[in-house]
């Protein structure tokens, strides 16, 4: 029974406290050629078998029962590191035939270290991409080195570069502040993003890397973070628009079309307007990064299980989202998968 046959079930991804999962996230990968401290141990991980991976064809099978079952309108390639997936532009392309209940092709985007970006914007545009996300954290090449645990900055830089040249806009950057790391470096990252026309979004660390690097007492808030940035800038809160966006945003200097966003993960959850549901690159099922549980889907595509039988699987694994992931709280449990396992 193919999704054509059943028509679009837009809102099914719904939970028990009426949110509705409109955003996919998708971990092409667990692997990663850098190893950010907050994110990673220097030694790697046990990557995945090729056997427990999604293939292509799986991954484009799922988002397609994502868009056309199950009201999915965006859908986020991320991981581990997603260039380093070979079909990534042919996972691109066949995504960007589908179409949404409203009709349209789902948004795609990527969120990437920036290695190699380079050399595949242009293809990853010309395939069907609409935006990216870079993840950089300093402009400083010994810090940067320090974090990544490898001397690759002048690679992201031109894989910025190389977006905003493909029209992959609005190119946004990502940045985690680590105490006495590079906390003193954030207004000149933010001088670099506004000459570059590139948004800047810092993100608090959560506790989803090695436990050992989270230290809730040495955190980098939202609040130190608008403080290190207001050393040399006036920042004033820009209007909401998008109240499914976890970034508030302010402005720069009383120009509006200069802002900088701040993610308040830990201090302000967001979770009351999550709309996210994730994959992981072995086909589980996450409703929320924290979620103590995951549904497989990997099994039963293998075993035949039907379009109608897998998008059931992943309607009942987001009923049972969890209201809010309680991070700052006593009760918080560490999650069984680190972030480059579950797709950032
Ligand atoms: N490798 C890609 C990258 O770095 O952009 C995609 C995957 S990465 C897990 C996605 C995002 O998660 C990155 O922007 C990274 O900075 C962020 N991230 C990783 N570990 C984090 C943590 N412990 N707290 C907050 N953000 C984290
Ligand atoms: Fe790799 Fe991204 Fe994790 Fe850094 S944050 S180690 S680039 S997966």
Redesign the pocket.
């Known amino acids: 029974m193919s999704a054509q046959q059943h028509g679009p079930l837009t809102g099914a991804l719904t939970d028990r406290f009426g949110r509705v999962a409109r955003d996919l996230r998708v971990s092409l990968t667990d692997r ?1 050629n850098l190893r ?1 401290s ?2 990673m141990p220097p030694e790697g991980l046990d990557w995945l078998p090729a056997d427990r991976t999604l293939t292509d064809g799986e991954v484009v099978r799922l988002c397609r029962i994502g868009v056309e079952l199950l009201g999915i309108r965006k859908i986020r390639f ?5 260039l380093l997936r070979r079909g990534l532009e042919t996972i691109i392309a066949a995504a960007a035939t589908l179409r949404t209940d409203r009709g349209r092709a789902p948004e795609l985007a990527l ?3 920036g290695l190699g970006l380079d050399r595949r914007a242009q293809d990853l545009a010309a395939a069907g991409l609409d935006r990216v ?1 870079v ?1 950089l954290d300093t402009l400083d090449p010994a810090h940067y080195a320090q974090i990544a645990h490898r001397d690759r900055l002048p690679d992201v830089l031109a894989g910025i570069a190389a977006a905003r040249r493909a029209g992959l806009a609005p190119v946004k950057v ?1 940045a ?1 502040v680590l105490k006495g790391v590079n906390d003193a470096d954030a207004p000149a990252l933010l001088d670099f993003c506004l000459a570059e026309g590139v948004q800047l979004r810092f ?4 506790p ?2 090695p436990i050992e690097t989270w230290d809730r007492g040495r955190l980098i808030t939202r609040e130190d973070v608008l403080a290190l940035l207001g050393t040399t800038h006036r920042l004033e809160p820009a209007p909401v628009t998008d109240p499914h966006a976890p970034a508030r945003l302010w402005q720069v200097d009383g120009d509006p079309a200069r802002t900088v966003g701040v993610i308040a ?1 830990v201090s302000e959850p967001f979770c009351g307007a999550c709309d996210r549901t994730r994959l992981t690159a072995d086909g589980q099922i996450r409703s929320c990064l924290f979620a103590v549980g995951e549904t497989d889907l990997r099994a039963p595509l293998r075993r035949g299980a039907d379009d109608a039988e897998i998008a059931r699987l992943w309607a009942d694994a987001m009923r049972a989202k969890p209201a809010a992931h309680g991070l700052d709280g006593e009760e918080f449990a560490v999650p069984s998968r680190t ?2 396992r579950i797709g ?1």
Do not use: A, L, R
């Open positions: 990663c950010c907050y994110c991320t991981g581990g590191e997603p969120t990437t270290n996300n993840s990502n985690v993100i608090e660390q959560m989803i890397g993960s972030m480059s950032g």
